[in-house]
């Protein structure tokens, strides 16, 4: 029973410290904001890496006959796919403000709400760009 009590006093004081703060609905949208520009992110590399295999196998390609067309069709329209996944990270960022109506919650909140969607749709170009042209390289190899 004493360890009961000490757990619960243990308890209470951490929720009166004035330290802890409750994290508000922007804070929350901040984070899952953030999230998904972080598993966008760690995937740049590895779609920089797949570009560039991409563009030695179409270089690769553009040498032999005709034979390879529908091939190299393939992989034109996953470097497609992969670069304006690239390029879409990239203006998201140049465009996204950290701050933004930082002293209106309200807007704040709108913002928020709109670049979640936003970097959600570019996280998930990124991915699936990757998927796509992965699948061409494995068929090929």
Known sequence: MIV????????AS???DS???AKTQTDSLMDEVMEGHNVGMAKISKLHRTKNEIQ????SIAKLPARGRDYKTLLDSALNRLTRADDAMEKWMSEFNMDSASNDAERRIKYLESEKVKISAVKDE???SLQN????IKKKS
Request: charged content about 15%; proline content about 0%.
């Open 19 to 21: 330290t802890v703060k």
């Open 56 to 59: 030695h196998a179409l270089d």
């Open 133 to 136: 042209a992965d699948s061409l």
């Open 4 to 11: 009961v009590a000490l757990a619960a006093c243990n308890n």
């Open 126 to 128: 990124i991915i699936n």
């Open 14 to 16: 951490k929720n009166n």
